[in-house]
Each structure stands twice: as structure tokens, then as C-alpha cells.
């Protein structure tokens, strides 16, 4: 919980973050594992913060976008409707280089915003499916 909270201090900071990016690449698959087997049903806050500030990164995106992480991530957020969670999906989705990935949850993402408790998590919705191009271009 320490070190979370302290990553996330020197991430919001951006003249640190290449250091940040560089000393987590080796733990990202801890802290996408603690997002998605978290015990509670929202995420820790300073967790959400500190992952929605590593998803500047594109090495690190990568990461998280593996087809079975960026699946339970995708889970997570259908089963909490976590806005924080969503707001990490939106991240991804403004990288643009992860269209395979979204068109298979496009259905998943549109049904959710539909559903949307919050109005939180309709806006971070929305701004993910604006997000998303196919790859055949269209959008």
C-alpha cells in the first residue's frame, strides 16, 4: 500500500515519469493483478490513480493490453462498474493501437454504457467508444 502510494506521488509529477516507467515495467503484472483480483469492489484509489497514470506509457500499455489482462480488465469493469477502472480503459483506448482488442469488447463496452449507475462512468464510456477505430477504418 506504501510503495503504491508512493508511486503515484512521483508519477503525477512528469518530470519523473521515465524513471516511474522504467522501475515498473518489471512490477506492472503485480499491479494488474492487484486491479483485477481485488478484494473489494471498487479498487484501492490510489491504485486507480497511480494505473491511470502509468497508461501515459506506451510500453507499459502494452502491457496491460496483453488479450488476457486487457480480458479480466474488461471483466472487472462489466461486474463493478468502477468509473476509475473505466477511466483506465479510456486511457488505452486514446493510444489507438489496441483496435483487435476493442472490437471484440465493442458489444461488452456499448451494452455497459447503456447500463451506465454513474454519470461518471457513461462519460468515460462514451469517450471509449468515440475512442475506438476498427481496422478496417471505420469507427
Same mark, same amino acid.
Given at each position: 500500500?506504501?510503495?503504491?502510494? $508512493?508511486?503515484?506521488?512521483?508519477? *503525477?509529477?512528469?518530470?519523473?515519469?521515465?524513471?516511474?516507467?522504467?522501475?515498473?515495467?518489471?512490477? *506492472?503484472?503485480?499491479?494488474?493483478?492487484?486491479?483485477?483480483?481485488?478484494?473489494?469492489? $471498487?479498487?484501492?484509489?490510489?491504485?486507480?490513480?497511480?494505473?491511470?497514470?502509468?497508461?501515459?506509457?506506451?510500453?507499459?500499455?502494452?502491457?496491460?493490453?496483453?488479450?488476457?489482462?486487457?480480458?479480466?480488465?474488461?471483466?472487472?469493469?462489466?461486474?463493478?462498474?468502477? &468509473? $476509475?477502472?473505466?477511466?483506465?480503459?479510456?486511457?488505452?483506448?486514446?493510444?489507438?493501437?489496441? &483496435?483487435?482488442?476493442?472490437?471484440?469488447?465493442?458489444?461488452?463496452?456499448?451494452? *455497459?454504457?447503456?447500463?451506465?449507475?454513474?454519470?461518471?462512468?457513461?462519460?468515460?464510456?462514451?469517450?471509449?467508444?468515440?475512442?475506438?477505430?476498427? &481496422?478496417?477504418?471505420?469507427?
Amino acid at each position: 500500500q506504501v510503495a503504491i502510494r $508512493l508511486l503515484y506521488s512521483i508519477s *503525477m509529477d512528469t518530470r519523473f515519469r521515465v524513471i516511474v516507467e522504467q522501475q515498473v515495467i518489471s512490477a *506492472m503484472q503485480l499491479i494488474i493483478q492487484l486491479i483485477i483480483r481485488s478484494p473489494t469492489k $471498487l479498487i484501492d484509489k490510489e491504485l486507480a490513480a497511480l494505473s491511470v497514470n502509468l497508461t501515459w506509457s506506451p510500453t507499459l500499455i502494452k502491457q496491460l493490453c496483453s488479450p488476457e489482462n486487457f480480458h479480466h480488465l474488461i471483466k472487472r469493469v462489466h461486474q463493478t462498474f468502477d &468509473p $476509475l477502472l473505466i477511466k483506465i480503459v479510456r486511457n488505452i483506448s486514446q493510444l489507438g493501437e489496441q &483496435p483487435i482488442l476493442f472490437k471484440r469488447y465493442l458489444h461488452e463496452l456499448v451494452g *455497459m454504457t447503456l447500463k451506465a449507475p454513474s454519470h461518471e462512468f457513461v462519460v468515460e464510456s462514451i469517450a471509449v467508444l468515440n475512442n475506438i477505430v476498427l &481496422p478496417d477504418g471505420k469507427e
